[in-house]
């Protein structure tokens, strides 16, 4: 079982740069996948990025490549998303989640969490 709480959202201007932090319950995190999600109103979530269990692994959607970096330290049972150069089109809630496998197909993460709200505003 594995708690994940993200934190760092926020209203931002254009251009500017958010991090965005899940911390996870449990000793077994860095056996976990992990990714992070997006969800705008009235849209689908959609993958925006994902971190294999060493972090060796990485995945990005096309449209956060270069952009935005996925990161982790297991150490301190957390992941990260940093998140640059902020479009109003990143506007969304993003959630955090774990799975048993590096995988970029939402319903294989087993773990979620509430979500934080980023807004970009032009």
């Known amino acids: 079982q594995v708690q994940l709480v993200e934190s760092g959202g926020g209203l931002v201007q254009v251009g500017d740069s958010l991090r965005l932090s899940c911390a996870a319950s449990g000793r077994t995190f860095r056996f976990y996948a992990m990714g992070w999600f997006s969800q705008a109103p009235g849209k689908e979530r959609e993958t925006v990025a994902a971190?294999?269990?060493?972090?060796?692994?990485?995945h990005y959607a096309d449209s956060v490549k270069g952009r935005f970096t996925i990161s982790r330290d297991n150490a301190k049972n957390t992941v990260y998303l940093q998140m640059n150069s902020l479009k109003p089109e990143d506007t969304a809630v993003y959630y955090c989640a774990a799975s048993d496998i590096f995988s970029v197909v939402a319903t294989t993460y087993s773990y979620w969490g509430q979500g934080t709200q980023v807004t970009v505003s032009s």
């Open positions: 971190i294999g269990w060493s972090g060796s692994s990485t």
